[in-house]
């Protein structure tokens, strides 16, 4: 175990989370706004596990949680960091199975890991990127305290057309000030 919230562990991917990370990854509503395409088959869940449980949390690049519900043990999502070279910034990105969503899960596991960020690891910003029409993302990011710092418009070619792209920050003062209201 990584990190531990009152429902959920955050850990380090395992070979069984493959059945459920490509049923989840497999749904349209899931994939719509990122970047693999719906169905995901198992074997390349498979091969996606296999390569999420080698990451490295402290060295630079990307690191997968896995975000297993205390209750019954079910995989239900996954939160990734890309930690940059200078080890003081990290971008951050979320995915959660469909008939997860809407129960605070996806604040919960990104609100642990920024707490262990800026905490812990002593970050400087992290930011975030999405799919302006990814409403529910945008609105979780806001809710956690980051700012929208910029629009771009028709920035990523994605499943066949031009889409916005919205961006994000988060500095540690921020999280600070808003641990202290």
Excluded at 135 to 157: D, H, K, M, P
Excluded at 159 to 168: R, V, Y
């Amino acid at each position: 175990m990584l990190l531990e919230t009152p429902r959920l562990v955050l850990r380090r991917f395992r070979a069984e989370d493959a059945v459920p990370l490509a049923a989840y990854r497999s749904d349209p509503a899931v994939a719509r706004y990122q970047s693999w395409t719906a169905p995901v088959p198992l074997e390349t869940a498979d091969r996606i596990v296999r390569a999420l449980a080698e990451g490295s949390l402290e060295s630079p690049g990307w690191f997968q949680y896995a975000i297993e519900l205390k209750a019954d043990g079910c995989l239900v999502g996954d939160v990734g960091v890309c930690l940059h070279e200078n080890l003081m910034q990290a971008s951050i990105g979320f995915t959660l199975a469909a008939d997860r969503q809407g129960h605070g899960y996806a604040a919960e596991a990104v609100g642990a890991v920024l707490d262990d960020l800026f905490g812990r690891r002593g970050l400087h910003r992290v930011s975030a990127e999405c799919d302006a029409r990814n409403t529910r993302s945008a609105r979780l990011l806001l809710r956690l305290g980051f700012v929208q710092e910029g629009l771009l418009r028709q920035a990523s070619w994605l499943k066949g057309e031009w889409t916005d792209d919205l961006q994000f920050g988060l500095l540690s003062s921020d999280r600070q000030a808003a641990a202290g209201r």
